[in-house]
Every structure is written in C-alpha cells, then in structure tokens.
C-alpha cells in the first residue's frame, strides 16, 4: 500500500462493526438522544476531565464544560479528541458509561491498527495517515448528525374530558 487513502480503507475495513463511526450510528443515533454543540475548541488540544467542587468538567483547551457525571464527560472527551463540533447524547444516562467505553475502545484501536499498519514507513506519513483517519471519522459522524436538539418525548396518556363519579358539574350552576 502505497497511498494514504488505501491505508483508510483498510483501517476502517478491518475494524468492521467496532468502526468508531458505526459504532456511533448503531448505538447512539438508534436512541433517543438530544443534541450537544461544543463551543469553538483549539485544534491540537487533548481533552482533560477534571473533578471539580461544583462536580465534573471536561477542559478542551481553555474551554472548560460542566458535564453531570464521569460517564457523560468520558463520552464527550471521545468526540472532543476527534474534533467534532456537535453529537448526539443518549438521554438515558443509564447507556452512556457502556457506549463511552465502546466508543474509547474503538478509537484505541483504530489508532493502534494506525500504527501497526504504517510501522514501515516514515514519520511524517504515519502521522499523515492519522491525521486523515481522524479526519474522516469526523466527517462521517457529522454526515450521521447529532439528532433532535430537544429529545422527543411522546405522550401516550389521554386525558378523559368528562368528569368523574361523584363530582358536580360547574355547567350551570350560576
């Protein structure tokens, strides 16, 4: 393999399933999710979670965001590190800390497939393959969307109009 692109291809073949970007579609956007925008972030920063006394925060750069728990910041690190600039967020809280490790295992491979493959060759190509790779995992997340702003909530109970046993009726009683 010769070109950067075949080198993609073939990184994001062999991973199949566990693909950072198909891990997204199938585990997240299947959800109910709502949508989250990072602020402008600074290229080349490596996204930090710190534990603060007002709770958790995750520091890309100089941006420092409050997220509600570790699991929640864990899975934004993942998309700060790719440099994406909206995702989707499972509202149930429960799934994130399950999805945010597939997600850091998945970029922990992909990196280390990266790696192997290109250990032959020189310094300034290996990073240019990461560099693409990375670049290409952002786009297919942003082509895949982050979802409704809001999550949807759907609202099966119906309200009786009539009122019930044992209650007057205000109709005509002036």
């Known amino acids: ?7 993609l291809e073939k990184i994001s073949s062999e991973l199949g399933d566990s693909w ?11 959800l109910r999710t709502r949508a989250y925008e990072f602020p402008a972030m600074a290229k080349k920063s490596a996204p930090q979670i710190h534990h603060t006394l007002l709770g958790i925060e995750l520091k890309v750069g100089g941006r420092r965001m409050l ?3 570790l699991a929640t910041a ?15 967020i499972p509202y149930d809280i429960t799934k994130i ?4 490790d597939e997600l850091d295992s998945s970029w922990h491979r992909m990196l280390l497939m990266s790696e192997r493959l290109t250990a032959d060759r020189n310094a300034a190509f290996r990073a240019r393959v990461q560099r693409q790779i990375i670049g290409k995992v952002r786009d297919e997340i942003a082509m895949a969307g982050a979802g409704p702003r809001v999550p949807e909530f759907k609202q099966s109970t119906k309200q009786k109009t009539e009122p019930q046993k044992g209650t007057k009726s205000t109709k005509g009683n002036a």
């Not at 950072?20 to 997240?28: D, G, I, S, T």
């Not at 993942?78 to 909206?86: E, K, L, P, Q, T």
């Open 67 to 69: 997220c509600p728990d």
């Open 20 to 30: 950072l970007p198909r891990v997204y579609v199938r585990r997240v956007l299947k």
């Open 97 to 100: 800390s399950m999805i945010a």
């Open 74 to 88: 864990r899975y934004l690190s993942v998309f700060a590190r790719i440099g994406c600039s909206a995702v989707a």
């Open 1 to 7: 393999m010769k070109d950067a692109a075949n080198y």
